[in-house]
C-alpha cells in the first residue's frame, strides 16, 4: 500500500523538477545574435554602436567563453580601414595581442594571428612610407614655341661647333698632307 501511495508522489515531484538543467544557458543563444547586430553596426558605419552591443554582452554575462572572444570582434572593428571615427592600427593590434595571450580563446584563434600579421605588415609599410623621402613629380610644360626656340638655338649652336670642327680637320690634313 505505501508503494502504490509512494510511487505517484515520487513521480508527481520528478515530474515538478525544474528542467533549466537541460536548457541552453542564454548567454549562450544571446552570442550570435550579440555579435550579428554588431557586425551590422559596423557594416553600416556605426562602430561605436557596435562597441556598445559587445560591451553590454561582456557586462551582462562577465566570466563566459563568449564575454572573453569580444576582446577579438572589437580587435577586427578597430582594424577596419572603414572605421574612420574610433579605428586604430595600434588599438586593433594591443586588442589581438590580449586576445591571443589569453589561453581560453580559441574560436578565432587563427584568425587572429593572421590578421595580427597583417596589422604589424601594415605599421611597418607606414612606418616606411612616412620616412621615404618625397620626389618632385611635377611636370613643367613648356610651350610649343619656346620648345622650338630653344630646338633651333641648339642646332644653330651645334651646326657652329661642326663647323669648326670641320675646319680643324681641314687644317690638320692640309698640315700632314704637307708636311714641311
Known sequence: MIRKVLVPIILFVAACAPVNRLRTPAHETQWPIAVSRATLAAD???????ERILATFAAENPGTREAREIVFWRAMFKLDPGN???GSLGEGLNLLNIYLAD??????????????????????????????PARDTTIQKVSNEAEVAAL?????????????????LDRIKKRLANPN
Not at 45 to 50: K, L, M, Q, R, V
Not at 153 to 166: F, H, I
Open 103 to 132: 589561453p581560453s580563446t580559441v574560436a578565432y584563434r587563427a584568425e587572429a594571428k593572421v590578421v595580427r600579421r597583417l596589422a604589424i605588415t601594415t605599421q611597418i609599410l607606414q612606418a616606411k612610407a612616412m620616412t621615404l
Open 44 to 50: 553600416s558605419g556605426s562602430y561605436g554602436n557596435a
Open 84 to 86: 574612420t571615427t574610433s
Open 152 to 168: 633651333r638655338a641648339e642646332l644653330a649652336r651645334t651646326s657652329a661647333e661642326l663647323a669648326r670642327t670641320s675646319a680643324e
